[in-house]
């Protein structure tokens, strides 16, 4: 929310936040406890023991922006902001914990209903931003949208501690806009990424692991201990290895929706990398200590070996595979 500005006037806005937030969930409290017929309502519900420990804990959220306040004239920013979040944090858990409280006691006050259907959305769309960042890669322009969709899906929680409905329903309407656009870009991802492609790829990794298995048999040639080696990364053995290759690989030919697609390709590409990189790292110190020259350096990444001018067959897709070299990572 408060990206690229300074440390202080970052400080100064959420001490300001919070400061509102306080005398807001300050107002709600005293609207019940001002209250009789509420009060006896809640009692009958057997909530009050919960309403005073709220009560409680929006004391301490006041102590936090009394903090943060403090923090802020002794140009201490960063204990300002800390403290200033915490207690936006308790504001918020305080807030929504009493409107539940009046809820269940049947008690009308604020305007329930719309806080905790918006409130559900806004936390829907925050799990659906989290979904798909594990799928678009950080290099490509879309993801853009859902760093923007996370911070207005925020400001719209913030927007409720104020009861500012129509805030928070703009900020989470522009958010799901955003996020719309990006699974409108996977679905364009779906189409170019037809079944003919996927068996090419595949048919590439079955390629790799062969050659693994070729060169796992020239280090073993040369004395260099294979299992050992394949151990230090979770495999008891080759075997063990080539089977949870073989296994990854028909994970992604059973695959029928996009995204378990295109991550089962990601994390083949990434085994790819690193157990090939690795290899190649281990037998060169090998080599070097028993004074062999090496032979080869490995093989290029999974997707770049074809006669695509060496940006493999896959594309240039900006979905998610670690390092790219897959060819998914690249901006589009």
Same mark, same amino acid.
């Given at each position: 929310?408060?990206?690229?500005?300074?440390?202080?006037?970052?400080?100064?806005?959420?001490?300001?936040?919070?400061?509102?937030?306080?005398?807001?969930?300050?107002?709600?409290?005293?609207?019940?406890?001002?209250?009789?017929?509420?009060?006896?309502?809640?009692?009958?519900?057997?909530?009050?023991?919960?309403?005073?420990?709220?009560?409680?804990?929006?004391?301490?959220?006041?102590?936090?922006?009394?903090?943060?306040?403090?923090?802020?004239?002794?140009?201490?920013?960063?204990?300002?902001?800390?403290?200033?979040?915490?207690?936006?944090?308790?504001?918020?858990?305080?807030?929504?914990?009493?409107?539940?409280?009046?809820?269940?006691?049947?008690?009308?006050?604020?305007?329930?209903?719309?806080?905790?259907?918006?409130?559900?959305?806004?936390?829907?769309?925050?799990?659906?931003?989290?979904?798909?960042?594990?799928?678009?890669?950080?290099?490509?322009?879309?993801?853009?949208?859902?760093?923007?969709?996370?911070?207005?899906?925020?400001?719209?929680?913030?927007?409720?501690?104020?009861? #500012?409905? /129509?805030?928070?329903?703009?900020? @989470?309407? *522009?958010?799901?806009? !955003? =996020?719309? %656009?990006?699974?409108?870009? &996977?679905?364009?991802?779906?189409?170019?990424?037809?079944?003919?492609?996927?068996?090419?790829?595949?048919?590439?990794?079955?390629?790799?692991?062969?050659?693994?298995?070729?060169?796992?048999?020239?280090?073993?040639?040369?004395?260099?201990?294979?299992?050992?080696?394949?151990?230090?990364?979770?495999?008891?053995?080759?075997?063990?290895?080539?089977?949870?290759?073989?296994?990854?690989?028909?994970?992604?030919?059973?695959?029928? #929706?996009? /995204?378990?697609?295109?991550?089962? @390709?990601? *994390?083949?590409?990434? !085994? =790819?990398? %690193?157990?090939?990189?690795? &290899?190649?790292?281990?037998?060169?110190?090998?080599?070097?200590?028993?004074?062999?020259?090496?032979?080869?350096?490995?093989?290029?990444?999974?997707?770049?070996?074809?006669?695509?001018?060496?940006?493999?067959?896959?594309?240039?897709?900006?979905?998610?595979?670690?390092?790219?070299?897959?060819?998914?990572?690249?901006?589009?």
């Amino acid at each position: 929310m408060f990206y690229g500005q300074s440390p202080e006037t970052r400080a100064e806005r959420i001490v300001e936040l919070a400061d509102k937030a306080e005398q807001r969930v300050g107002d709600l409290i005293e609207l019940v406890e001002s209250n009789d017929t509420a009060l006896e309502m809640i009692d009958e519900a057997g909530l009050t023991g919960e309403f005073v420990n709220n009560v409680t804990r929006y004391d301490e959220g006041v102590e936090n922006v009394t903090n943060a306040e403090a923090c802020f004239a002794a140009e201490d920013y960063e204990g300002a902001t800390a403290n200033a979040t915490e207690a936006l944090s308790i504001f918020r858990e305080v807030y929504r914990s009493i409107h539940v409280i009046l809820c269940n006691a049947d008690v009308n006050i604020g305007p329930l209903v719309a806080v905790h259907v918006l409130e559900e959305a806004i936390e829907r769309s925050l799990d659906r931003v989290e979904e798909l960042k594990a799928i678009i890669s950080t290099e490509a322009l879309i993801y853009s949208n859902l760093n923007d969709a996370e911070a207005l899906l925020t400001t719209a929680k913030d927007d409720l501690l104020p009861d #500012d409905i /129509e805030g928070a329903k703009t900020n @989470l309407r *522009e958010a799901n806009i !955003l =996020i719309s %656009e990006v699974c409108q870009y &996977l679905r364009q991802v779906a189409q170019e990424l037809n079944p003919s492609r996927i068996r090419g790829y595949l048919d590439e990794a079955y390629r790799y692991r062969y050659r693994f298995r070729e060169r796992f048999r020239q280090a073993q040639d040369e004395g260099f201990d294979v299992d050992r080696f394949l151990q230090g990364f979770g495999y008891q053995n080759e075997e063990e290895f080539m089977n949870r290759f073989q296994e990854m690989i028909e994970n992604a030919q059973g695959s029928e #929706d996009v /995204e378990d697609v295109l991550e089962d @390709l990601e *994390e083949i590409g990434r !085994l =790819i990398r %690193e157990m090939n990189g690795n &290899l190649t790292q281990e037998m060169g110190r090998y080599r070097e200590h028993y004074g062999q020259e090496a032979t080869g350096s490995g093989f290029g990444g999974f997707g770049q070996e074809s006669s695509d001018g060496g940006q493999g067959q896959y594309g240039s897709y900006g979905v998610n595979t670690g390092s790219g070299q897959m060819g998914f990572g690249s901006n589009r």
